[in-house]
């Protein structure tokens, strides 16, 4: 199969909803093209988190530079569900971290973009290694703990966690804490896509009810569709908005989402947790992701 | 003697995965705990047989270690399962405090171990539980090295009483053990007679043991090939027997150089019959993404390097290098 990935990128800023949506068509179609090149990876988890990846990076919600992604003034991201990395990548290609032509060594020797994120590969933008579920959110509080009771700078932490993630009883050892210190510069985002590998999270392990869990941890909980623009906007828009305040409360943004959204065969199928599509399948989801 | 020869190739946890329903028969306290990974680590065989024997106990392997010490102190046999990085190392403390200090009867299964995970990248490489493990006290600590041995050390964990623990990989390995090819916990195999040196390895590197055995006797060097799956309890007398026969040892396994196999067997000849050895390991690295067998070609996990290491360690036995004699004597020499 051919697959070649266009040199466009997008500069973060405030955007409407339609470009956004262009934006994140972009990203998924990265996804599906690195992982056919890759034959392994996550396919589902990083197709149903491309809109939250869209606005996030391109949208204006994180302040970072692209061409100086050490930048000290910078917003920090923390993948907490590591094994999601091709939509970071693709994401972050597409606001001109690095060329996008990289995207095509997704998982090979020697890569910068490992099968899980790896800092020692010094891809521009990796905040952590991650890949071990339940640990990238409490790197996520103390880097929040740094800016807000050490450095007393404005910047913002935020971290994207699965919701079988949520089953590892160290999250919930960090969204403790992150109440406890008053982090309202701590925005913790959870994939709710109600997929894991197994099957549904109740079945496997039931974490719901996750919005009563996040209100009695002592965040500010937002319940939004992790595909409406307008929902996903105004949650990041009340995030910042409470940390300007300095409500001395952290926030939790519960994104309902579909696995594999946008691909017609994947959707809200779990089986497509942890599988690349083959070449067939990929062209299939290239023609649908339009 | 058996001879062995490469019969196929077949990942260690179908071993595993299918000990698994052949334990759930013999014995009804067998149960089976789930860590959201269950077709991966094989355990999902025992789940379709015995549905109310096993528990999925979701992505929580802390939890499910615990758990498992409590279903062991109310008479059951428990087996959880995950990959080795996440049930060996992120449950480290509940391994040594609710399943070793209390002694229960919890068997715990490492799947996707080593380097040849391959592209899912160093997370999930783990290479370093062997030598965490083989430091607890009471623990058990196998490390089979194809299909059928994956199979026998399964069902004589689950067999034994006490903690243990087996490590086994994702990918295909060589297949050559047989049903007749004896497997005892704390005991060591001979696959290959020789007393030139001893290539002594465990889990994929066995074979490869093999092949650089096989390499070295076109050089009219017969190597000693030692399969050692039982890491604890250790079998001091076949390795202490291997280091006075051939004075001079390689150690391979897909694991970090340093306190696995390797320190196990640094251990019991230093305090027995000190002999040079070179370690065939990980070099204090982490893994990276790649395609399996490339990556056991980049980290130095071939029969190349046994070969190489087998030669650089009878040079130094017959050099009679200085570490080897006593301080004494050492001291004549620089007057
Ligand atoms: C500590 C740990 N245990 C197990 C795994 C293996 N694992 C990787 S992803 C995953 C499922 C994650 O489910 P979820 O958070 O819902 O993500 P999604 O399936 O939506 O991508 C598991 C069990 C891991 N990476 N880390």
């Given at each position: 199969m051919n697959v070649e990935f266009s040199d466009i990128t997008f500069e973060n800023r405030r955007r409407t909803a339609q470009e956004l949506t262009e934006i994140a068509t972009e990203i998924r179609r990265d996804i599906m093209k690195m992982l056919v090149l890759a034959k392994?990876?996550?396919s589902g988890g990083p197709l149903g988190a491309s809109d939250i990846f869209a606005a996030l990076y391109m949208g204006g919600v994180m302040r970072h530079h692209k061409d100086n992604p050490?930048?000290?003034?910078r917003d920090r991201f923390v993948l907490?569900?590591?094994?999601?990395c091709p939509v970071q990548y693709a994401a972050m290609a597409n606001a001109?971290?690095?060329?996008?032509?990289?995207?095509?060594?997704?998982?090979?020797?020697?890569?910068?973009?490992q099968g899980h994120p790896g800092?020692?590969?010094?891809?521009?933008?990796?905040?952590t290694s991650s890949?071990?579920?339940?640990q990238g959110i409490s790197i996520a509080v103390g880097m929040a703990m740094s800016d807000?009771?050490?450095?007393?700078?404005?910047h913002r932490v935020f971290s994207l966690t699965g919701d079988g993630e949520l089953q590892e009883g160290s999250v919930w050892e960090a969204a403790m804490s992150a109440a406890h210190f008053g982090l309202d510069n701590f925005c913790w985002i959870i994939?709710?896509?109600?997929?894991?590998i197994d099957g549904r999270i109740r079945e496997v392990m039931n974490v719901y009810p996750i919005d009563k869990k996040c209100e009695a941890f002592g965040f500010e909980t937002i319940v939004i569709d992790g595909h409406n623009f307008e929902e996903i906007m105004g949650a990041f828009d009340k995030f910042i908005e409470n940390n300007q305040k300095g409500t001395g409360k952290p926030t939790a943004i519960i994104a309902k989402t579909y696995m594999g959204r946008g691909v017609s065969f994947m959707e809200?199928?779990?089986?497509?947790?942890g599988n690349p599509p083959n070449e067939q399948q990929a062209e299939q989801a290239l023609e649908e992701l339009v | 003697m058996e001879e062995y020869t490469l019969l196929g190739s077949k990942p260690t946890r179908h071993g595993f995965g299918e000990a698994l329903v052949v334990l759930g028969e013999r014995n009804e306290n067998i149960v089976v705990l789930g860590g959201d990974i269950t077709g991966s680590v094989m355990t999902s065989l025992f789940k379709d047989k015995f549905p109310d024997r096993f528990f999925s106990i979701g992505i929580a392997e802390q939890n499910a270690t615990t758990i498992a010490a409590g279903l062991a102190l109310s008479g059951k046999v428990p087996f959880f399962a995950s990959y080795g990085a996440f049930c060996a190392l992120r449950n480290a403390d509940q391994i040594r405090i609710s399943c070793c200090y209390n002694e229960a009867n919890v068997k715990i299964g490492g799947g996707?171990?080593?380097?040849?995970?391959?592209?899912?990248?160093?997370?999930?490489?783990?290479?370093?539980e062997v030598a965490y493990l083989r430091t607890l006290p009471h623990m058990t600590m196998l490390v089979p090295c194809d299909y059928l041995e994956a199979k026998k050390a399964t069902i004589a964990m689950g067999e034994m009483v006490g903690p243990a623990y087996i490590r086994f990989g994702r990918s295909p390995v060589p297949l050559y053990t047989t049903e007749t090819t004896p497997f005892e916990i704390g005991k060591a195999l001979v696959l290959r007679e020789g007393n030139d040196v001893a290539l002594i390895a465990c889990g994929a590197l066995v074979w490869e043991a093999m092949l650089a055995a096989q390499e070295l006797a076109k050089k009219g060097i017969q190597a000693r090939v030692i399969n050692n799956?039982?890491?604890?309890?250790?079998?001091v007398e076949t390795t202490v027997t291997a280091a006075r026969d051939c004075g001079a040892i390689v150690t391979a396994e897909e694991?970090?150089?340093?306190?696995?196999l390797g320190g196990a067997v640094a251990e019991v000849t230093a305090k027995n019959s000190p002999v040079p050895i070179e370690f065939v390991g990980v070099k204090d690295s982490f893994g990276g993404s790649g395609d399996p067998d490339e990556l056991m070609i980049k980290f130095g996990l071939t029969w190349k390097e046994i070969y190489a290491s087998a030669l650089k360690a009878m040079e130094r036995r017959d050099k009679g290098?200085?570490?080897?004699?006593?301080v004494k004597d050492v001291e004549q020499y620089i007057g």
């Open positions: 392994s990876g996550h050490h930048w000290s003034g907490s569900a590591g094994h999601m001109g971290f690095f060329p996008k032509q990289e995207l095509s060594t997704l998982r090979q020797y020697n890569t910068r973009l800092r020692d590969m010094g891809l521009p933008g990796i905040e890949g071990s579920l339940g807000k009771l050490l450095d007393k700078t404005d994939d709710n896509n109600d997929c894991q809200d199928n779990f089986k497509w947790h | 996707h171990a080593g380097i040849s995970v391959g592209p899912d990248g160093a997370t999930h490489q783990v290479l370093e799956p039982s890491i604890k309890p250790f079998d694991h970090q150089v340093h306190g696995g290098s200085v570490g080897f004699r006593r």
